[in-house]
């Protein structure tokens, strides 16, 4: 049985749909490739050690456009074809499953609990208020956090409508500190439009970007790999529920130290 015809008979006996089935297709013809380039078609030709030297060579070659993978896009292609060789060994197409003793890294976890008011404080003093770059992560991970809009609409929002946005009173203050200092040196000429939030070049900043910046503060103060944007406020308001049935230590509403 030649590679190829694996495939279509693991797409034939289960039913994959969205990103699964790309991961699964695309994972494969990646594979493929690797093998027939060493001269192995068939499925017998693939050992274990043909497994390893492919997940290695997604971690330290790059692509066709000499672009590094991502290391999530490595772990989802590894383990979709990992999946497939597991599953023809498991029919007997294959002598030995050649995938034993394949040691991933466990993916990464986000944040699934409510940030603690210590945390939270932590998240929202983080950036350096005396740079540009410092100024705009404070008022988007603010924004993030006292309101409801959620990490696509905050990206999103104009100068205009950020100006017209209800916020505590230190938080306006950070809000006008930025507007006034810190995207007046961000902005570059016919570049930036009308865009609350700019990149160091003065484009503006995008959402992958924005939590991006997020998850390299939550590293920075040991909360983990990823902090979904949606926490913050989620932890905002549970703050704010705790102060109200008086279970805050110092009976203050400030989440941060003002």
């Known amino acids: 049985m030649t590679l190829d015809e694996l495939l279509q008979r693991y ?8 990103s699964l089935l790309y991961a699964t297709c ?32 997604l971690l330290w070659q790059p692509n066709d456009q000499g672009q590094w993978f991502k290391p999530n896009s490595v772990d989802q292609y590894v383990r979709r074809v990992r999946q497939v060789l597991r599953w023809g060994a498991a029919q007997g197409w294959l002598a030995s499953d050649p995938t034993v003793g394949l040691l991933l890294p466990r993916r990464l976890k986000a944040v699934s609990r409510d940030l603690s008011r210590d945390e939270l404080q932590a998240v929202l003093n983080a950036p350096d208020r005396c740079t540009p770059v410092g100024l705009r992560d404070a008022l988007l991970f603010t924004l993030l956090t006292e309101t409801s809009l959620g990490l696509l ?17 230190a938080s306006e203050q950070l809000r006008d500190d930025y507007l ?11 570049i930036s439009g009308q865009a ?3 990149t160091r070049d003065g484009a503006p900043l995008t959402a992958p970007t924005a ?37 805050t230590a ?6 941060r130290e003002r």
Request: proline share 4%; net charge positive; charged share 25%.
């Open 180 to 190: 006034n200092h810190g995207r007046p040196a961000l902005a570059r000429p016919g």
């Open 196 to 198: 609350l939030f700019l």
């Open 26 to 57: 695309c994972g494969w013809k990646k594979f493929v490739a690797f093998c027939r380039a060493r001269d192995l078609v068939q499925l017998q030709d693939v050992t274990a050690e043909t497994v390893e030297d492919f997940y290695k060579g």
């Open 211 to 247: 939590a991006a910046r997020l998850n390299d503060t939550a590293r920075q103060l040991g909360l983990g790999p990823r902090l979904p944007s949606r926490l913050l406020h989620k932890s905002y308001l549970a703050e704010l529920d705790r102060f109200h049935r008086g279970r």
């Open 153 to 169: 609409r905050v990206v999103a929002l104009s100068l205009e409508t950020a100006r017209q946005l209800p916020l505590e009173s």
């Open 11 to 18: 797409l034939e006996a289960h039913s994959l749909k969205g």
């Open 250 to 255: 110092d009976g203050t509403l400030t989440i």
